[in-house]
């Protein structure tokens, strides 16, 4: 697969909203998991929640979002990053590591419970970068 770089958004508690009115929008096949599908959240009113949701229209236009969980400060108007994802482990560590030296890790890159390895970082202009290698290259 070769690695993508999509648009992340986030909300407060209405992706699942927002997500299917994009679908109206775009058509195409939208996926949405819950923070309890991925035992994600210690805290039960998230578990209805979207931790992951991705719309891939037809035409090729593919864009992810997910809800801010509670202990997360949420402002709109910041509520957008970019997301690195593919199966090219080599190239994807490269990425985030350039992209976090001079910035923040903010999640470090290891294994995700959905099975890929995942992490976020801030670059040093404050852009907030989200890095996920698909769990496949592990086995190849």
């Given at each position: 697969?070769?690695?993508?770089?999509?648009?992340?958004?986030?909300?407060?508690?209405?992706?699942?909203?927002?997500?299917?009115?994009?679908?109206?929008v775009f058509g195409g096949k939208l996926d949405i998991n819950t923070f309890e599908q991925f035992h994600a959240s210690e805290d039960p009113s998230e578990n209805n929640k979207v931790m992951h949701a991705q719309l891939e229209a037809e035409n090729g236009i593919i864009f992810m979002a997910s809800d801010t969980p509670?202990?997360?400060?949420?402002?709109?108007?910041?509520?957008?990053?970019?997301?690195?994802?593919?199966?090219?482990?080599?190239?994807?560590?490269g990425y985030y590591e350039k992209l976090s030296a001079g910035g923040a890790v903010t999640?470090?890159?290891?294994?995700?419970?959905?099975?890929?390895?995942?992490?976020?970082?801030?670059?040093?202009?404050?852009?907030?970068?989200?890095?996920n290698i698909s769990g496949k290259s592990e086995a190849a």
């Open positions: 697969m070769q690695t993508r770089l999509n648009p992340y958004l986030s909300f407060r508690d209405n992706a699942r909203q927002a997500m299917e009115f994009y679908k109206t509670n202990s997360m400060e949420y402002k709109p108007g910041t509520n957008i990053s970019m997301s690195l994802s593919g199966d090219n482990e080599t190239e994807l560590r999640m470090p890159l290891e294994k995700a419970p959905w099975g890929d390895t995942f992490g976020m970082c801030a670059d040093q202009f404050g852009i907030n970068w989200m890095v």
